[in-house]
């Protein structure tokens, strides 16, 4: 049984990956890459205006937190 204390999410398995923000798109997505230069869109609603550069913390295509 997993708990909170685990490194993955216990509902779905998933693990928040750090991405940086390289550009801010429209309707709420932004173009991240990860720490090996993969790139995604990424969801930025919840963490509001992100700029090139920005760290986020990424879950399931969406952006959870931002990262300082």
């Known amino acids: 049984m997993s ?3 685990d490194d993955h ?3 779905c398995s998933d ?3 750090e991405m940086t923000v390289l550009s801010p798109g429209q309707n709420g ?3 991240c890459a990860d720490a090996e230069g ?3 869109e ?3 609603e919840l963490v509001g205006s ?4 920005d760290a986020v913390l990424v ?3 969406v952006a959870i937190a931002r990262i300082q």
């Open 9 to 11: 999410c216990i509902t």
């Open 15 to 17: 693990e928040g990956s």
């Open 29 to 31: 997505l932004a173009m």
């Open 59 to 61: 879950h399931a295509g």
């Open 50 to 53: 992100v700029g090139p550069g």
């Open 42 to 44: 990424v969801l930025i």
């Open 38 to 40: 993969a790139q995604a």
């Open 3 to 5: 708990s909170c204390g």
